[in-house]
């Protein structure tokens, strides 16, 4: 059973910067994923990295003002999230891929964090 925490959520202005942190409780060599759900829609997918931290993907809406990252020492995944605008606002939830690779489609994720979250004022 793995689990997952997420952690640095909280309420900024637009074109603040936060960072969040995803900490697995046993080593994965999986893929990793952030997703995010505002209220009244659906999950959608944010980032994916390899399980090496080789290859990553981002959502259009968040290409080039967030980034994915990991430290496999630590069992941890990063997403640094700058220019952040009101539509980010979302719950983020992280998520472990089946594969060694993450994917933009949820059912490639077998376990989820509970989420944190984001808020950003105009």
């Known amino acids: 059973q793995v689990q997952l925490v997420e952690s640095g959520g909280g309420s900024v202005q637009a074109g603040g910067s936060l960072r969040l942190s995803c900490e697995a409780s046993g080593r994965t060599f999986n893929g990793m994923g952030w997703f995010r759900q505002a209220p009244g829609k659906e999950r959608e997918f944010v980032a994916a990295i390899s399980w090496n931290g080789g290859s990553t993907s981002y959502a259009d809406s968040v290409k080039g003002r967030f980034t994915i990252s990991r430290d496999n020492a630590k069992n941890t995944v990063y997403l640094q999230m700058n220019s952040l605008k009101p539509e980010d606002t979302a719950v983020y939830y992280c998520?472990?891929?089946?594969?060694?690779?993450?994917?933009?489609?949820?059912?490639?994720?077998?376990?989820w964090g509970q989420g944190t979250q984001v808020t950003v004022s105009s």
């Open positions: 998520a472990r891929s089946r594969a060694l690779y993450g994917d933009s489609d949820r059912r490639y994720y077998d376990y």
